[in-house]
């Protein structure tokens, strides 16, 4: 079996700070994502990426960036920090449609 | 457009009972449906997944769930749930986009509570 590690699991910025979470697999997976879960609001995708230094826009990619430097890790950064975006966010990674692998999430405090 | 809608935000049910969480979804090829499920403070977690042909698939920890094209449902049941079923569940579904990475379309969830 594999594992899907987010570091870290809580995050606390300022206002307008720059901010950066982390995701590693030992799945060998090629594509991985990240997800933002907000209360009441499900799962929204932020990015994407199929394979080492792709890179591809979800439905909510304005205010993050985000880098595929090796097949086993995906980052994510919040260019700017805003207090509405006290968030869940969600790593995963998959080898085919759909069956995805989760890690616990990392929560996102902004003050 | 593509969607999925889980009807009920909250299910409460006596520790024993039998459990069914409702999910319709809107697609017009095939689709692939998932049910995950999030406990407190994890990541979301695979219960089943339907492709093709049984419309009935069986999941992990006495989860099944039926895929009905007619009624564009995917409903998820369990015989006798245990408290330990207390959790957030999802229903999810794959739109193939290009290559083999499909987008997945949440489901708001719905949070099960059970009683003792």
């Known amino acids: 079996g594999g594992i899907i590690t987010q570091t870290p699991k809580f995050l606390i910025g300022q206002e307008g700070q720059k901010l950066t979470l982390k995701c590693q697999q030992n799945f060998n997976h090629d594509t991985m994502y990240w997800y933002r879960q907000d209360s009441g609001k499900g799962l929204r995708l932020i990015y994407y990426?199929?394979?080492?230094?792709?890179?591809q826009k979800g439905d909510l990619s304005e205010g993050y960036d985000a880098s595929r430097e090796k097949k086993s890790s995906f980052s994510l950064t919040v260019t700017s920090a805003q207090k509405n975006e006290m968030a869940v966010f969600l790593c995963?990674?998959?080898?085919?449609?759909?069956?995805?692998?989760f890690g616990e999430g990392s929560k996102l405090t902004v003050l | 457009a593509q969607s999925v809608t889980q009807p009920d935000a909250r299910v409460t049910v006596s520790e024993g009972a039998s459990l069914q969480l409702r999910c319709k979804y809107s697609y017009s090829g095939t689709p692939y449906l998932f049910w995950y499920v999030q406990y407190p403070r994890q990541g979301l977690q695979l219960l089943l997944k339907?492709?093709?042909?049984?419309?009935v698939v069986q999941g992990v920890n006495g989860f099944e769930a039926e895929f009905s094209k007619s009624n564009s449902s995917f409903h998820l049941r369990k015989a006798s749930v245990h408290w330990s079923d207390s959790a957030v569940y999802f229903c999810?579904?794959?739109?193939?986009?290009?290559?083999?990475?499909?987008?997945?379309?949440f489901g708001l969830g719905t949070t099960l509570q059970v009683q003792p």
């Open positions: 339907y492709y093709s042909g049984d419309p």
């Open positions: 999810v579904l794959s739109a193939p986009l290009t290559g083999n990475t499909g987008k997945l379309i």
């Open positions: 990426s199929i394979t080492e230094n792709d890179l």
């Open positions: 995963a990674s998959s080898i085919n449609t759909g069956q995805l692998y």
